[in-house]
Protein backbone atom coordinates (compact mmCIF):
# COMPACT_ATOMS: atom_id res chain seq x y z
CA UNK A 1 0.00 0.00 0.00
CA UNK A 2 3.06 2.26 0.60
CA UNK A 3 4.76 4.20 -2.09
CA UNK A 4 8.16 4.20 -0.66
CA UNK A 5 8.91 7.39 -2.78
CA UNK A 6 5.90 8.99 -1.49
CA UNK A 7 6.13 8.48 2.50
CA UNK A 8 4.48 10.93 5.35
CA UNK A 9 7.53 12.73 5.37
CA UNK A 10 7.12 12.97 1.57
CA UNK A 11 10.58 12.58 -0.12
CA UNK A 12 10.75 12.74 -4.15
CA UNK A 13 13.24 11.16 -5.53
CA UNK A 14 14.92 10.30 -8.67
CA UNK A 15 18.23 9.63 -9.31
CA UNK A 16 20.25 12.60 -8.28
CA UNK A 17 17.14 15.14 -7.58
CA UNK A 18 15.06 14.90 -4.12
CA UNK A 19 12.57 17.28 -2.73
CA UNK A 20 11.88 16.79 0.47
CA UNK A 21 9.35 18.68 3.56
CA UNK A 22 12.55 21.21 4.16
CA UNK A 23 14.08 23.54 1.53
CA UNK A 24 14.83 23.52 -2.00
CA UNK A 25 17.58 24.24 -3.79
CA UNK A 26 18.09 24.94 -7.55
CA UNK A 27 20.96 24.50 -10.02
CA UNK A 28 21.20 25.25 -13.22
CA UNK A 29 22.41 23.40 -16.16
CA UNK A 30 23.46 24.58 -19.50
CA UNK A 31 20.87 24.13 -21.67
CA UNK A 32 20.01 22.19 -25.12
CA UNK A 33 20.17 22.88 -28.71
CA UNK A 34 17.60 25.47 -28.60
CA UNK A 35 18.20 26.84 -24.93
CA UNK A 36 15.07 26.41 -23.26
CA UNK A 37 15.24 28.64 -19.97
CA UNK A 38 17.51 26.58 -17.31
CA UNK A 39 16.14 23.65 -15.59
CA UNK A 40 15.94 23.48 -11.46
CA UNK A 41 17.54 20.09 -10.91
CA UNK A 42 18.48 19.61 -7.38
CA UNK A 43 16.44 19.68 -5.29
CA UNK A 44 18.02 18.67 -1.91
CA UNK A 45 16.77 18.67 2.21
CA UNK A 46 17.83 21.10 4.61
CA UNK A 47 17.82 20.51 8.26
CA UNK A 48 16.25 23.36 9.57
CA UNK A 49 12.40 22.12 9.92
CA UNK A 50 9.29 24.47 8.22
CA UNK A 51 7.24 26.27 9.98
CA UNK A 52 3.96 24.77 11.18
CA UNK A 53 1.03 27.02 9.83
CA UNK A 54 -2.88 26.87 10.77
CA UNK A 55 -4.44 25.87 6.85
CA UNK A 56 -5.45 29.32 6.75
CA UNK A 57 -8.70 30.38 4.74
CA UNK A 58 -12.24 29.69 6.04
CA UNK A 59 -15.63 28.20 4.53
CA UNK A 60 -17.79 30.84 5.28
CA UNK A 61 -20.92 31.10 6.81
CA UNK A 62 -22.91 27.60 6.15
CA UNK A 63 -24.55 27.88 2.95
CA UNK A 64 -24.08 31.57 1.92
CA UNK A 65 -19.66 30.89 1.99
CA UNK A 66 -20.14 27.40 -0.53
CA UNK A 67 -22.88 29.46 -2.33
CA UNK A 68 -20.79 32.39 -2.94
CA UNK A 69 -17.53 30.65 -3.50
CA UNK A 70 -19.50 28.42 -6.01
CA UNK A 71 -20.16 31.43 -8.15
CA UNK A 72 -16.92 33.00 -7.86
CA UNK A 73 -15.76 29.51 -9.01
CA UNK A 74 -17.76 28.94 -12.01
CA UNK A 75 -19.09 32.50 -13.14
CA UNK A 76 -17.76 35.92 -11.99
CA UNK A 77 -13.54 34.43 -11.35
CA UNK A 78 -13.79 31.13 -13.44
CA UNK A 79 -11.44 27.77 -12.07
CA UNK A 80 -8.13 29.00 -12.34
CA UNK A 81 -8.52 32.83 -11.36
CA UNK A 82 -10.35 31.22 -8.34
CA UNK A 83 -7.65 29.46 -7.01
CA UNK A 84 -4.90 31.88 -7.88
CA UNK A 85 -6.75 34.76 -5.72
CA UNK A 86 -7.30 32.56 -3.20
CA UNK A 87 -3.37 31.47 -2.78
CA UNK A 88 -2.47 35.84 -3.02
CA UNK A 89 -5.43 36.33 -0.68
CA UNK A 90 -3.64 33.74 2.05
CA UNK A 91 -0.40 34.06 0.90
CA UNK A 92 0.32 30.02 0.76
CA UNK A 93 -0.44 27.26 -1.75
CA UNK A 94 -2.87 25.65 1.35
CA UNK A 95 -6.02 26.90 2.38
CA UNK A 96 -9.36 25.86 3.12
CA UNK A 97 -12.26 27.15 0.86
CA UNK A 98 -15.36 25.76 -1.09
CA UNK A 99 -15.89 24.07 -4.25
CA UNK A 100 -18.90 23.32 -6.17
CA UNK A 101 -21.12 21.68 -6.51
CA UNK A 102 -22.84 22.63 -3.35
CA UNK A 103 -26.08 24.44 -2.08
CA UNK A 104 -29.36 24.13 -3.01
CA UNK A 105 -29.98 20.46 -4.24
CA UNK A 106 -26.21 18.30 -3.77
CA UNK A 107 -26.07 16.78 -0.30
CA UNK A 108 -22.21 16.73 -1.36
CA UNK A 109 -19.60 18.82 1.42
CA UNK A 110 -17.91 21.43 -0.48
CA UNK A 111 -15.13 21.95 2.24
CA UNK A 112 -11.87 21.25 0.82
CA UNK A 113 -8.44 21.95 1.44
CA UNK A 114 -6.39 23.41 -1.63
CA UNK A 115 -2.98 22.18 -2.41
CA UNK A 116 -2.18 24.15 -5.36
CA UNK A 117 1.78 23.60 -5.52
CA UNK A 118 3.88 20.63 -6.48
CA UNK A 119 5.30 19.57 -2.99
CA UNK A 120 1.41 19.90 -1.46
CA UNK A 121 -0.35 18.37 -4.23
CA UNK A 122 2.07 15.05 -3.78
CA UNK A 123 0.76 13.74 -0.45
CA UNK A 124 -2.49 13.01 -2.54
CA UNK A 125 -0.02 10.35 -4.49
CA UNK A 126 0.47 8.85 -0.76
CA UNK A 127 -2.01 6.36 -0.16
CA UNK A 128 -0.97 5.69 3.80
CA UNK A 129 -2.38 9.36 4.21
CA UNK A 130 -4.91 9.30 1.63
CA UNK A 131 -8.06 7.26 0.97
CA UNK A 132 -9.76 7.57 -2.50
CA UNK A 133 -13.03 6.40 -2.17
CA UNK A 134 -15.82 7.95 -4.03
CA UNK A 135 -14.46 11.06 -4.94
CA UNK A 136 -13.25 11.09 -8.48
CA UNK A 137 -14.98 14.19 -9.02
CA UNK A 138 -14.86 15.20 -5.76
CA UNK A 139 -17.33 14.86 -2.73
CA UNK A 140 -19.91 14.73 -5.02
CA UNK A 141 -20.47 11.26 -6.85
CA UNK A 142 -22.75 10.80 -9.65
CA UNK A 143 -25.43 7.69 -9.25
CA UNK A 144 -23.99 4.34 -9.75
CA UNK A 145 -26.59 4.03 -12.17
CA UNK A 146 -24.73 5.56 -14.50
CA UNK A 147 -22.48 2.21 -14.36
CA UNK A 148 -24.47 -0.46 -14.09
CA UNK A 149 -25.23 -0.15 -10.61
CA UNK A 150 -21.83 -0.91 -9.24
CA UNK A 151 -18.59 1.11 -8.35
CA UNK A 152 -15.83 1.25 -11.04
CA UNK A 153 -12.61 1.17 -10.79
CA UNK A 154 -11.74 4.52 -10.94
CA UNK A 155 -14.19 5.07 -7.62
CA UNK A 156 -12.57 2.08 -5.43
CA UNK A 157 -9.91 2.86 -2.51
CA UNK A 158 -6.70 0.73 -2.82
CA UNK A 159 -7.42 -1.03 0.44
CA UNK A 160 -10.89 -2.31 -1.25
CA UNK A 161 -9.97 -6.13 -3.12
CA UNK A 162 -11.80 -5.21 -6.09
CA UNK A 163 -9.44 -2.34 -6.78
CA UNK A 164 -6.88 -5.03 -7.76
CA UNK A 165 -8.28 -7.26 -9.70
CA UNK A 166 -9.52 -4.47 -12.35
CA UNK A 167 -6.79 -2.43 -12.71
CA UNK A 168 -4.41 -5.06 -13.29
CA UNK A 169 -7.33 -6.37 -15.50
CA UNK A 170 -7.03 -2.85 -17.16
CA UNK A 171 -3.59 -3.22 -17.36
CA UNK A 172 -3.31 -6.22 -19.21
CA UNK A 173 -5.08 -5.43 -21.72
CA UNK A 174 -3.02 -2.45 -22.31
CA UNK A 175 -0.25 -4.60 -23.01
CA UNK A 176 -2.11 -7.06 -25.38
CA UNK A 177 -3.53 -4.14 -27.02
CA UNK A 178 0.55 -3.19 -28.20
CA UNK A 179 -0.19 -6.08 -31.00
CA UNK A 180 -2.60 -3.73 -32.88
CA UNK A 181 -2.07 -0.68 -31.50
CA UNK A 182 0.16 0.37 -34.65
CA UNK A 183 -1.60 -0.69 -37.18
CA UNK A 184 -4.27 -0.19 -35.92
CA UNK A 185 -3.63 3.52 -35.09
CA UNK A 186 -2.09 4.35 -38.55
CA UNK A 187 -5.06 3.24 -41.03
CA UNK A 188 -7.56 5.43 -38.26
CA UNK A 189 -5.52 8.19 -38.78
CA UNK A 190 -4.70 7.77 -42.52
CA UNK A 191 -8.82 7.55 -43.14
CA UNK A 192 -9.71 10.46 -40.89
CA UNK A 193 -6.54 13.15 -42.38
CA UNK A 194 -8.40 11.32 -45.78
CA UNK A 195 -11.39 12.86 -44.59
CA UNK A 196 -10.26 15.98 -43.64
CA UNK A 197 -8.15 16.47 -47.24
CA UNK A 198 -10.92 16.01 -49.55
CA UNK A 199 -12.81 18.55 -47.26
CA UNK A 200 -10.04 21.45 -46.95
CA UNK A 201 -10.48 23.37 -50.54
CA UNK A 202 -13.95 24.35 -49.21
CA UNK A 203 -12.02 26.11 -46.15
CA UNK A 204 -10.68 25.12 -42.64
CA UNK A 205 -11.93 22.33 -41.29
CA UNK A 206 -12.50 22.09 -37.72
CA UNK A 207 -10.95 18.78 -35.95
CA UNK A 208 -13.09 18.12 -32.74
CA UNK A 209 -15.52 15.72 -34.29
CA UNK A 210 -12.78 14.28 -36.38
CA UNK A 211 -10.96 12.96 -33.44
CA UNK A 212 -13.88 11.96 -31.72
CA UNK A 213 -14.66 9.91 -34.18
CA UNK A 214 -10.43 8.81 -34.55
CA UNK A 215 -10.58 8.38 -30.66
CA UNK A 216 -13.92 6.03 -30.04
CA UNK A 217 -12.98 3.79 -33.11
CA UNK A 218 -9.22 3.05 -32.09
CA UNK A 219 -9.98 2.91 -28.15
CA UNK A 220 -13.09 0.41 -29.09
CA UNK A 221 -10.76 -2.03 -30.53
CA UNK A 222 -7.38 -1.63 -28.74
CA UNK A 223 -9.01 -1.36 -25.35
CA UNK A 224 -12.18 -3.62 -25.65
CA UNK A 225 -11.96 -5.65 -28.48
CA UNK A 226 -14.87 -4.18 -30.45
CA UNK A 227 -14.59 -2.69 -33.72
CA UNK A 228 -17.55 -0.14 -34.31
CA UNK A 229 -17.52 -0.88 -37.98
CA UNK A 230 -19.21 -3.71 -36.88
CA UNK A 231 -22.08 -1.78 -35.98
CA UNK A 232 -24.36 0.46 -38.29
CA UNK A 233 -24.82 2.42 -35.26
CA UNK A 234 -21.77 2.47 -33.74
CA UNK A 235 -19.74 3.67 -36.38
CA UNK A 236 -22.14 6.69 -36.62
CA UNK A 237 -23.57 7.03 -33.01
CA UNK A 238 -20.91 5.71 -30.62
CA UNK A 239 -18.94 8.80 -30.27
CA UNK A 240 -22.49 10.78 -29.94
CA UNK A 241 -23.87 8.28 -27.09
CA UNK A 242 -20.33 8.44 -25.23
CA UNK A 243 -20.42 12.41 -25.18
CA UNK A 244 -24.08 12.45 -23.70
CA UNK A 245 -23.44 9.26 -21.18
CA UNK A 246 -20.01 11.85 -20.19
CA UNK A 247 -21.90 15.05 -19.90
CA UNK A 248 -24.96 13.75 -18.17
CA UNK A 249 -22.43 12.59 -15.23
CA UNK A 250 -20.16 15.21 -15.41
CA UNK A 251 -22.35 18.86 -15.64
CA UNK A 252 -22.77 19.68 -11.95
CA UNK A 253 -19.49 20.01 -12.10
CA UNK A 254 -17.72 21.50 -14.91
CA UNK A 255 -17.60 25.30 -14.49
CA UNK A 256 -19.09 27.49 -17.58
CA UNK A 257 -18.52 31.17 -17.68
CA UNK A 258 -21.02 31.40 -20.67
CA UNK A 259 -24.88 31.82 -20.46
CA UNK A 260 -24.71 32.85 -16.71
CA UNK A 261 -26.46 33.11 -14.63
CA UNK A 262 -28.70 30.67 -16.62
CA UNK A 263 -26.00 27.69 -16.76
CA UNK A 264 -26.15 28.32 -11.99
CA UNK A 265 -29.28 28.26 -12.12
CA UNK A 266 -30.71 25.51 -14.18
CA UNK A 267 -27.87 23.44 -15.26
CA UNK A 268 -25.45 23.59 -11.91
CA UNK A 269 -28.07 23.34 -9.43
CA UNK A 270 -28.78 19.67 -9.17
CA UNK A 271 -27.63 16.41 -10.27
CA UNK A 272 -29.09 14.82 -13.39
CA UNK A 273 -30.95 11.40 -13.86
CA UNK A 274 -29.50 8.36 -15.32
CA UNK A 275 -32.36 8.05 -17.36
CA UNK A 276 -31.53 11.03 -19.76
CA UNK A 277 -28.73 8.60 -20.69
CA UNK A 278 -29.84 4.81 -19.93
CA UNK A 279 -30.62 4.34 -23.96
CA UNK A 280 -26.79 5.11 -24.77
CA UNK A 281 -25.84 3.36 -22.38
CA UNK A 282 -27.35 0.23 -23.09
CA UNK A 283 -26.50 0.29 -26.46
CA UNK A 284 -22.97 0.93 -25.96
CA UNK A 285 -23.50 -2.02 -23.15
CA UNK A 286 -24.93 -4.00 -26.06
CA UNK A 287 -21.88 -3.45 -28.52
CA UNK A 288 -19.42 -4.23 -25.81
CA UNK A 289 -20.88 -7.32 -24.80
CA UNK A 290 -20.94 -8.63 -28.47
CA UNK A 291 -18.23 -7.52 -29.89
CA UNK A 292 -16.10 -7.59 -27.22
CA UNK A 293 -16.09 -11.18 -26.26
CA UNK A 294 -12.53 -12.28 -25.86
CA UNK A 295 -11.39 -8.66 -23.53
CA UNK A 296 -14.93 -10.00 -21.60
CA UNK A 297 -13.58 -13.90 -21.37
CA UNK A 298 -10.01 -12.15 -19.86
CA UNK A 299 -11.92 -10.74 -16.98
CA UNK A 300 -13.81 -13.59 -16.27
CA UNK A 301 -11.22 -16.33 -16.48
CA UNK A 302 -8.19 -14.84 -15.66
CA UNK A 303 -9.38 -11.82 -13.27
CA UNK A 304 -12.05 -13.52 -11.70
CA UNK A 305 -14.64 -10.98 -12.27
CA UNK A 306 -18.31 -11.00 -13.03
CA UNK A 307 -19.34 -11.01 -17.13
CA UNK A 308 -21.25 -7.59 -16.16
CA UNK A 309 -18.71 -6.05 -13.62
CA UNK A 310 -15.94 -6.65 -16.34
CA UNK A 311 -18.42 -4.99 -18.84
CA UNK A 312 -19.58 -2.11 -16.68
CA UNK A 313 -15.72 -1.31 -15.99
CA UNK A 314 -14.41 -1.65 -19.52
CA UNK A 315 -16.93 0.86 -20.32
CA UNK A 316 -16.23 3.16 -18.02
CA UNK A 317 -12.45 2.96 -18.60
CA UNK A 318 -13.37 2.87 -22.54
CA UNK A 319 -15.88 5.82 -22.28
CA UNK A 320 -14.39 8.13 -19.28
CA UNK A 321 -10.96 7.37 -18.64
CA UNK A 322 -9.83 6.76 -22.07
CA UNK A 323 -12.22 8.97 -24.36
CA UNK A 324 -12.91 11.38 -22.14
CA UNK A 325 -9.05 12.04 -21.60
CA UNK A 326 -8.21 11.64 -25.20
CA UNK A 327 -11.40 14.07 -26.65
CA UNK A 328 -10.07 16.54 -24.19
CA UNK A 329 -6.04 15.60 -25.04
CA UNK A 330 -5.50 15.34 -28.70
CA UNK A 331 -7.00 18.99 -29.40
CA UNK A 332 -5.12 20.44 -27.06
CA UNK A 333 -2.25 18.79 -28.45
CA UNK A 334 -3.26 20.43 -32.22
CA UNK A 335 -3.44 23.48 -30.63
CA UNK A 336 0.07 23.37 -29.26
CA UNK A 337 1.37 22.56 -32.62
CA UNK A 338 -0.46 24.75 -34.12
CA UNK A 339 0.87 28.18 -31.49
CA UNK A 340 4.00 26.63 -31.81
CA UNK A 341 6.36 28.47 -34.27
CA UNK A 342 7.49 27.14 -36.98
CA UNK A 343 10.87 26.33 -36.14
CA UNK A 344 9.72 23.90 -33.77
CA UNK A 345 7.09 22.39 -35.99
CA UNK A 346 10.39 22.09 -38.30
CA UNK A 347 12.59 20.44 -35.34
CA UNK A 348 9.64 17.88 -34.57
CA UNK A 349 9.23 16.74 -38.38
CA UNK A 350 13.29 16.47 -38.88
CA UNK A 351 13.24 14.27 -35.62
CA UNK A 352 10.26 12.15 -36.78
CA UNK A 353 11.65 11.45 -40.57
CA UNK A 354 15.35 10.61 -38.76
CA UNK A 355 13.89 8.29 -36.55
CA UNK A 356 11.13 6.49 -38.77
CA UNK A 357 13.29 5.18 -41.43
CA UNK A 358 11.93 1.55 -41.33
CA UNK A 359 8.25 3.04 -40.39
CA UNK A 360 6.49 3.80 -37.22
CA UNK A 361 7.82 1.14 -34.27
CA UNK A 362 7.52 1.48 -30.56
CA UNK A 363 11.64 1.67 -30.50
CA UNK A 364 11.04 4.86 -33.04
CA UNK A 365 8.98 6.78 -30.95
CA UNK A 366 10.78 5.80 -27.92
CA UNK A 367 13.87 7.84 -29.48
CA UNK A 368 11.75 10.45 -30.56
CA UNK A 369 12.96 12.95 -27.46
CA UNK A 370 11.24 16.27 -29.08
CA UNK A 371 8.18 14.90 -29.49
CA UNK A 372 7.90 13.23 -26.11
CA UNK A 373 8.77 16.30 -24.62
CA UNK A 374 6.58 18.64 -26.24
CA UNK A 375 3.61 16.22 -25.33
CA UNK A 376 4.90 16.32 -21.59
CA UNK A 377 4.84 19.99 -22.01
CA UNK A 378 1.15 20.47 -23.89
CA UNK A 379 -0.01 17.75 -20.27
CA UNK A 380 2.03 20.18 -18.14
CA UNK A 381 0.04 23.25 -19.64
CA UNK A 382 -3.16 21.87 -20.29
CA UNK A 383 -3.86 18.71 -17.68
CA UNK A 384 -6.85 16.98 -19.79
CA UNK A 385 -8.22 16.33 -15.74
CA UNK A 386 -8.09 19.40 -13.90
CA UNK A 387 -8.76 18.63 -10.61
CA UNK A 388 -7.94 15.59 -8.16
CA UNK A 389 -9.09 14.74 -4.69
CA UNK A 390 -7.85 12.71 -1.73
CA UNK A 391 -9.56 12.10 1.71
CA UNK A 392 -7.34 12.17 4.84
CA UNK A 393 -7.06 8.52 6.14
CA UNK A 394 -5.27 9.74 9.11
CA UNK A 395 -4.04 13.00 11.14
CA UNK A 396 -1.25 14.05 9.33
CA UNK A 397 1.72 17.10 8.72
CA UNK A 398 1.21 18.05 4.94
CA UNK A 399 4.13 20.12 3.79
CA UNK A 400 4.21 22.50 1.20
CA UNK A 401 7.48 24.27 0.01
CA UNK A 402 7.26 26.96 2.77
CA UNK A 403 5.18 25.42 5.78
CA UNK A 404 3.68 22.43 7.15
CA UNK A 405 0.13 22.06 8.42
CA UNK A 406 -2.29 19.73 10.34
CA UNK A 407 -4.81 18.07 8.38
CA UNK A 408 -7.49 16.07 10.10
CA UNK A 409 -8.73 12.44 9.23
CA UNK A 410 -11.37 12.98 7.42
CA UNK A 411 -10.63 16.36 5.75
CA UNK A 412 -11.02 16.13 1.73
CA UNK A 413 -7.57 17.65 -0.36
CA UNK A 414 -8.31 19.24 -3.90
CA UNK A 415 -5.33 19.76 -6.07
CA UNK A 416 -5.97 21.88 -9.28
CA UNK A 417 -3.51 20.67 -11.41
CA UNK A 418 -3.44 23.58 -14.14
CA UNK A 419 -1.85 25.87 -11.39
CA UNK A 420 -0.09 23.14 -10.00
CA UNK A 421 1.82 22.77 -12.90
CA UNK A 422 2.98 26.03 -12.88
CA UNK A 423 4.55 26.10 -9.70
CA UNK A 424 7.67 28.92 -9.98
CA UNK A 425 9.46 27.06 -7.19
CA UNK A 426 9.99 23.86 -9.94
CA UNK A 427 9.43 24.95 -13.88
CA UNK A 428 11.39 27.67 -14.62
CA UNK A 429 9.37 30.48 -16.92
CA UNK A 430 6.46 28.67 -15.87
CA UNK A 431 3.70 30.09 -18.01
CA UNK A 432 5.60 29.85 -21.17
CA UNK A 433 5.06 26.73 -23.64
CA UNK A 434 8.47 25.32 -23.81
CA UNK A 435 8.76 22.53 -26.14
CA UNK A 436 12.05 20.93 -25.54
CA UNK A 437 11.53 21.36 -21.16
CA UNK A 438 11.73 17.63 -20.65
CA UNK A 439 15.05 16.79 -22.71
CA UNK A 440 18.45 15.87 -21.37
CA UNK A 441 18.71 17.11 -17.95
CA UNK A 442 15.19 18.59 -18.06
CA UNK A 443 13.72 14.58 -18.00
CA UNK A 444 14.49 14.81 -14.01
CA UNK A 445 10.97 17.49 -14.28
CA UNK A 446 9.37 14.14 -15.09
CA UNK A 447 8.73 13.73 -11.41
CA UNK A 448 6.64 16.53 -10.96
CA UNK A 449 4.12 16.33 -14.04
CA UNK A 450 1.23 15.08 -12.59
CA UNK A 451 -1.47 14.76 -15.28
CA UNK A 452 -1.79 10.63 -14.47
CA UNK A 453 -2.23 11.63 -10.72
CA UNK A 454 0.90 10.47 -10.28
CA UNK A 455 4.95 11.41 -11.66
CA UNK A 456 5.40 11.19 -15.44
CA UNK A 457 8.51 8.23 -13.96
CA UNK A 458 6.25 6.58 -11.65
CA UNK A 459 4.07 3.04 -12.36
CA UNK A 460 0.90 2.31 -12.09
CA UNK A 461 -0.43 -0.17 -9.93
CA UNK A 462 -2.91 -1.90 -7.74
CA UNK A 463 -1.58 -0.11 -4.63
CA UNK A 464 -2.01 3.47 -5.58
CA UNK A 465 -4.31 5.00 -7.93
CA UNK A 466 -2.37 6.34 -10.86
CA UNK A 467 -3.86 6.22 -14.47
CA UNK A 468 -3.68 2.85 -15.54
CA UNK A 469 -3.15 3.93 -19.05
CA UNK A 470 -0.30 6.39 -17.96
CA UNK A 471 2.22 4.95 -20.62
CA UNK A 472 -0.17 4.17 -23.19
CA UNK A 473 -1.58 7.86 -23.17
CA UNK A 474 1.69 9.67 -24.04
CA UNK A 475 2.81 6.86 -26.69
CA UNK A 476 -0.23 7.56 -28.14
CA UNK A 477 -0.29 11.30 -28.52
CA UNK A 478 3.60 11.05 -29.23
CA UNK A 479 2.55 8.32 -32.49
CA UNK A 480 -0.30 10.49 -33.07
CA UNK A 481 2.28 13.82 -33.72
CA UNK A 482 4.64 11.60 -35.36
CA UNK A 483 1.65 10.17 -37.81
CA UNK A 484 0.77 13.93 -39.26
CA UNK A 485 4.13 14.83 -39.07
CA UNK A 486 5.43 11.97 -41.25
CA UNK A 487 2.36 12.89 -43.78
CA UNK A 488 2.43 16.49 -44.05
CA UNK A 489 5.51 18.70 -44.64
CA UNK A 490 3.38 21.89 -43.77
CA UNK A 491 0.44 21.44 -40.79
CA UNK A 492 -1.44 24.97 -40.35
CA UNK A 493 -3.77 24.93 -37.77
CA UNK A 494 -5.91 27.39 -36.03
CA UNK A 495 -8.84 28.48 -33.92
CA UNK A 496 -9.60 24.39 -33.62
CA UNK A 497 -9.12 23.87 -37.19
CA UNK A 498 -6.71 22.50 -40.02
CA UNK A 499 -6.50 25.41 -42.04
CA UNK A 500 -3.71 24.20 -44.17
CA UNK A 501 -1.95 20.54 -44.83
CA UNK A 502 0.64 20.30 -47.05
CA UNK A 503 1.45 16.64 -47.89
CA UNK A 504 4.79 15.40 -47.81
CA UNK A 505 6.79 14.77 -50.97
CA UNK A 506 7.27 11.90 -52.12
C1 LIG B 1 -5.67 11.47 -22.10
C2 LIG B 1 -6.17 10.40 -21.56
C3 LIG B 1 -6.25 10.15 -20.08
C4 LIG B 1 -6.18 11.01 -19.03
C5 LIG B 1 -5.99 12.51 -19.07
C6 LIG B 1 -6.32 10.24 -17.82
C7 LIG B 1 -6.24 10.75 -16.54
C8 LIG B 1 -6.46 10.00 -15.40
C9 LIG B 1 -6.42 10.52 -14.06
C10 LIG B 1 -6.12 11.96 -13.68
C11 LIG B 1 -6.72 9.52 -13.22
C12 LIG B 1 -6.81 9.60 -11.70
C13 LIG B 1 -8.15 10.11 -11.25
C14 LIG B 1 -8.20 10.24 -9.76
O1 LIG B 1 -8.22 9.21 -9.07
O2 LIG B 1 -8.20 11.37 -9.28
C15 LIG B 1 -6.94 8.36 -14.02
C16 LIG B 1 -7.28 7.13 -13.51
C17 LIG B 1 -7.48 6.02 -14.28
N1 LIG B 1 -7.26 5.92 -15.62
FE1 LIG B 1 -6.69 7.37 -16.88
N2 LIG B 1 -6.48 8.94 -18.17
C18 LIG B 1 -6.43 8.83 -19.53
C19 LIG B 1 -6.51 7.69 -20.29
C20 LIG B 1 -6.66 6.43 -19.77
C21 LIG B 1 -6.63 5.21 -20.55
C22 LIG B 1 -6.33 5.13 -22.04
C23 LIG B 1 -6.88 4.20 -19.67
C24 LIG B 1 -6.94 2.73 -19.91
C25 LIG B 1 -7.22 2.17 -21.02
C26 LIG B 1 -7.08 4.78 -18.37
C27 LIG B 1 -7.41 4.08 -17.25
C28 LIG B 1 -7.54 4.62 -16.00
C29 LIG B 1 -7.97 3.86 -14.83
C30 LIG B 1 -8.38 2.41 -14.80
C31 LIG B 1 -7.93 4.75 -13.76
C32 LIG B 1 -8.26 4.42 -12.30
C33 LIG B 1 -6.97 4.02 -11.61
C34 LIG B 1 -7.19 3.43 -10.25
O3 LIG B 1 -8.32 3.32 -9.81
O4 LIG B 1 -6.20 3.05 -9.61
N3 LIG B 1 -6.92 6.13 -18.46
N4 LIG B 1 -6.75 8.67 -15.33
Redesign the pocket.
Known amino acids: MNLPSFSTTLHISTGSSQMSSKMITMSRITSSSSSPPPVKTSITSQPTSLPIRTVPGSYGLPLIGPFIDRLNYAWFQGSEDFFRKRIEKNQSTVFRTNVPPSFPFFLANPNVVAVLDCKSFAHMFDMEVVE ?1 KDI ?1 VGDFMPSTKFTGDRRV ?2 Y ?1 DTAEPQ ?1 EQI ?1 NF ?1 MDI ?1 KRSSTIMIPTLTTLLDTMFDTIESQLPSGPVNYLVPIQKFNFSFLSRV ?1 AGADPENSPDMAANGYIRMDRWLAVQLLPTVPITAFQPLVEIFLHSFPYPHFLVSNDYNKLYEFIEKEGKDVISRGQTEFNLTKEDTIHNLLF ?1 LGF ?2 FG ?2 SI ?1 LPSLLSALGSADRRIQENLRQEVREKTGSGLTFRAVNEMELIQSFVYETLRLNP ?2 PL ?2 GRARKDFNLSSHDSVFNIKKGELLCGFQPLVMKDPEIFDDPESFIADRFMNKGKELLTYLY ?3 GPQNGTPSAS ?6 KD ?2 TLTASMFLAHLLMRYDSVTIADGSFSGLEKAKQ
Open positions: KLCALHKTLITNAGFFPVQYWSNNKQCAGFV
